[in-house]
């Protein structure tokens, strides 16, 4: 695609980012009808639970899971930033585009060219937010982003089962292939088999909390530009990194019932 073509896509609009984190299920089932309707850049698993226009992914897994599992969702825009070597025998391009990532880049530049980086490699969530602010957001909220909790939506048992199927499905379709089969296992180790009601004990630590104080930097390095551009940060939870990091809190609904 023609990445000029991104640039204040939705200017002056709301744009809502929707993470992994257990607040995503404020999406309720009332809720959802409404959201859907909204701008929203889901990342990672959010696809499980709700539907956005831009999806974006930084996983081999979750790229491969929104593949062959994106029934409802034939009309978004969606963007894989994973490092090459893991999909260079992997058709993504008939459902992704590819783009490629700064990792440790705390700038926001725009606009964005065929021939430029998004910001935020070591986290999809960063990655959303200069998406976010390339396409022109006057504000852009954040659902379900913590990153000081291990829990995640997807551990309550409904999300659980489909995981595990989506996951055994994967494991056949691409058992010849070492860098998919790895990554499928590793997100099964990570979110399935760890997980820590089903095994009785505590789940492991993950790379978010050992690095937290490294991405809290790196998001109040990123509201801050935002900020400085009049662009403004909110989260519909009361607590989590991106109030430490500046944002303000205001309810999903009340924002919903805004716009």
Known sequence: MDYNTLNNLYKNKTIFICGNGLGLLNITDQLKPQFEQQISIGVN????HVKSPIYMTGHLCHALMYKHYRHRYKDTLNFYQGPIERHRNINLTDSFNII???VVAKTLPIPLTNNSSISGAENIT??????AYIMGA????YVGIDCKSLTHFYDIDFYQNKLIQYCEDLKQTYST???ATKD???FVD???TKRGYLLGGKRH?????ANYNHLLLTFRSYFTILQEASVEVVITQPDGICIEAGATHTPLKEIINEI
């Open 45 to 48: 698993s959010s696809f499980l």
């Open 100 to 102: 490629s990532g700064n």
């Open 126 to 131: 960063f990655a959303a937010t200069h998406m």
């Open 138 to 141: 006057s504000k852009i909220v």
């Open 177 to 179: 292939n070492q860098f």
């Open 184 to 186: 499928i296992n590793d």
């Open 190 to 192: 990570s979110n399935i």
């Open 205 to 209: 630590t993950t790379g978010f909390l």
